[in-house]
């Protein structure tokens, strides 16, 4: 609902600057009507523009109205306190200044024989009263567009002051005009006469040159001043304490504190995050070295794939360990020219073995080595993924499925089935590296685990199970309780998350179909043969209603330490240099996007609201999220962990962590084409600092 009346109030302000312009340029020109007649036809014509204008206003203010009635104030309260106004208060001075003055020169004009126009008529016609609310609304109409595109986030009176007095300058300035030609007017004997079309077309152009003049340094200084640094420590940043505790002293951290705080007695010492590491020393009970290298992959189909892989393959292997098995990863970067690292998504590894370049590591260029060793501590399904130009890097075939099993063995015959989708370029969606429909022959009774991992930018993939009831028993590699039995429901995952599916194999046909059509999926049937089941009309997945309650460390009534808000928007403006619309978060993208600034033992709370207009896999590094709330609906299912959040366009979700894992954590949209733009920024424990950096001048590129 969110994104289509978001869209239609756009295109209502567009409609309506369209339409005010041309009146406001109508109204102006009432006065260059020489003959009655004319005048007087002109006259109803303006009436009939005044109720167009008018009709346009109403499509902005129901759309807001809309809003106002089924969303949270954040969503519309810019809206409400600019837009309303901006085209309301110029569309009512069109009534009852404008109108009821067209109307009595119509019926005026109406009485008279047709003639030349005197100088009283030529007056009434073009006084301000009457021809500058129409220009007014134009003007009005335009503020409102710039306010649609720049939206001020968060609601700052500062952001707005200078478009609104630009607005009130120019309104000015405008009535003052109109009074001034209508004294003219009046005194003059003969008709004006409108200036020839050159000399009309040069004055707007000279208008147009003189605003962009003016405006020239501010786009010039906005353009230089997102230029990213050389050199950037993501230890500093624009710190957002969260009304929390904000160190004395502020050690290495940057003092452009959003939110207000108490000041604390004592800093903490520091700690870097080279110092954060996993067991350094002991004997790994998994070893695994991952090659990265440039090669051309054949899918199943027989397309290739120029790739950057592990191992020569796509995806990279799947890394299988058990719980609480040490594991050493050796990284080689072969001829990967703009560096490799290896992130551990959604396993809250030691910060150092995080894998992100600039953050918690230098990037692995061709030829070095760099050893990742941690304690696979949580049960589930995860992915690895290069840290190092992510969006490219992901997209090429740098990532692999992690699974992390059980102590206790699982069922002897269990199916245990990874399903990692990726879009390759070029070649189209596939399961791993097989992109057609799979056979499987699974015995009737046997019990399967499909791990359904999505690697993709842009799509919310879909998942559709046909031919067994099912049980969704994990989200991003946390179970749930109790899980309740699906059927004709729809998963969708974004770029990041992960669903774990379970089933008994029943002795009919089942079919996982992944996308829309039975082109790419999964087939399983006890003697590997028979027809793919037509898929049902199917619900969306629900997971805040899903499975039973249980306890958890905290709940929506805790006493949190931090509260931060994350605003998602989109904002016409500038990064690294570039102009383009942008994803934001708090109405800004790196490095201007806050930086979280936490205390280890806290308990945090992030709400997470998305104002744009596309979905935002929300990926926090190093901590799992308890989701408390969606859109104001607290979580009734099972207990929720998350680490990559799909937040739909018009959606707010609360979320909770502890802080428990000193370090500098990136949190970005996992949409990498979004991060790669700017819409990330990370959470900073007090005290930590890194000798890493990022910026244009070294090989660090962590998107
Ligand atoms: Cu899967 Cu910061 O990433
Ligand atoms: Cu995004």
Not at 280 to 296: M, N, S, V
Not at 436 to 443: F, I, L, N
Not at 523 to 547: A, I, R
Not at 612 to 618: F, Q, T, Y
Request: charged share 20%.
């Amino acid at each position: 609902m969110y994104g289509i009346v978001v869209s239609i109030e756009l295109a209502a302000v567009l409609l309506l600057l369209i339409l005010s312009w041309i009146a406001g340029g109508k109204a102006s020109k009432l006065v260059f009507h020489g003959s009655i007649d004319r005048l007087r036809i002109r006259s109803r014509k303006l009436l009939w523009w005044a109720a167009y204008v008018s009709a346009a206003v109403c499509a902005v203010v129901s759309c807001v109205a809309l809003l106002a009635v089924r969303m949270e104030p954040i969503f519309w309260i810019d809206r409400a306190a600019l837009h309303i106004p901006l085209v309301g208060v110029p569309v009512l001075f069109v009534w009852f200044s404008s109108v009821p003055k067209l109307m009595n020169l119509y019926k005026d004009t109406k009485k008279e024989a047709d003639g030349p126009v005197n100088g009283t008529l030529r007056s009434r016609a073009s006084q301000a009263s009457l021809v500058a609310p129409f220009q007014l609304l134009a003007l009005g109409a335009l503020t409102t567009f710039y306010f649609v595109l720049v939206p001020p986030v968060p609601f700052e009176w500062l952001n707005v002051a200078i478009p609104v007095s630009l607005f009130a300058i120019l309104c000015f300035a405008l009535w003052t005009l109109h009074r001034r030609r209508s004294e003219r007017a009046g005194r003059s004997d003969t008709a004006l006469k409108l200036r020839s079309w050159p000399v009309r077309a040069l004055r707007n152009v000279g208008v147009l040159v003189i605003a962009s003049a003016v405006a020239a340094p501010f786009f010039i200084s906005a353009m230089n001043a997102s230029r990213l640094p050389e050199e950037l420590d993501m230890g500093t940043g624009v710190a957002d304490y969260g009304g929390g505790v904000i160190p004395a002293g502020g050690g290495h951290l940057d003092h452009t504190a959003h939110a207000a705080g108490k000041p604390a007695a004592t800093s903490a010492s520091t700690v870097s995050v080279t110092q954060l590491t996993g067991p350094r020393t002991g004997k790994p009970d998994r070893q695994y070295t991952l090659t990265a290298e440039k090669k051309t992959v054949r899918l199943s189909s027989g397309k290739e794939v120029d790739a950057w892989t592990y191992n020569g393959q796509i995806p990279g292997p799947e890394l299988r360990m058990k719980e609480g098995e040490l594991v050493e990863v050796t990284l080689i970067n072969k001829d990967i020219e703009d560096g490799v690292t290896i992130h551990w998504h959604g396993l809250d590894v030691p910060n150092a073995e995080d894998g992100v370049a600039g953050a918690t590591q230098n990037a692995v260029m061709p030829g070095e080595t760099y050893t990742y060793r941690f304690l696979a501590e949580q049960v589930g399904t995860f992915w690895y993924h290069s840290h190092q130009h992510s969006k490219e890097a992901v997209q090429k075939g740098l990532f692999g499925a992690l699974i992390v099993e059980p102590r206790q063995p699982q069922a002897k015959d269990l199916k245990d089935i990874t399903v990692l989708t990726h879009m390759w370029r070029g070649a189209g969606f596939a399961i791993g590296s097989s992109d057609t429909v799979e056979r499987m022959t699974v015995a009737a009774g046997t019990p399967v685990r499909l791990r359904l991992i999505n690697t993709d930018d842009w799509v919310r993939q879909t998942y559709t199970l046909i031919g067994t009831e099912y049980q969704v028993a994990a989200i991003d590699g946390t179970d749930l309780n109790k899980p309740g039995t699906l059927r004709y429901t729809r998963l969708g995952l974004l770029t990041g998350g992960r669903y774990d599916v379970t089933f008994t194999m029943p002795d009919g046909p089942v079919f996982l179909s992944v996308g829309e059509g039975k082109k790419l999926g999964l087939f399983m049937s006890p003697d590997g043969s028979g027809d793919l089941p037509s898929s049902p009309p199917t619900v969306p997945f629900e997971p805040q209603h899903y499975g039973s309650p249980a306890p958890t460390p905290f709940d929506a009534d805790s006493r949190f330490d931090r509260e931060f808000t994350m605003i998602l928007d989109n904002k016409l403006g500038f990064y690294n240099g570039v102009f383009s619309s942008y994803d934001t978060i708090n109405g800004a993208v790196f490095p201007n996007t806050p930086m979280f600034v936490v205390r280890e033992g806290d308990l945090v709370k992030t709400t997470i609201v998305n104002r744009g207009s596309v979905d935002h896999p929300m990926h926090l590094h190093g901590h799992h999220m308890l989701v408390l709330s969606r859109s104001g609906e607290r979580v009734s299912g099972s207990p929720w962990w998350s680490d990559t959040l799909d937040v739909a366009p018009g959606e707010t979700y609360e979320v909770a962590f502890r802080a428990d894992n000193p370090g500098i954590w990136m949190d970005h949209c996992h949409n990498l084409q979004h991060a790669a733009a700017g819409m990330t920024m990370h959470l900073m424990y007090e005290g930590v600092t890194t000798p890493f950096t990022v910026g244009s001048a070294t090989s660090n590129h962590p998107e």
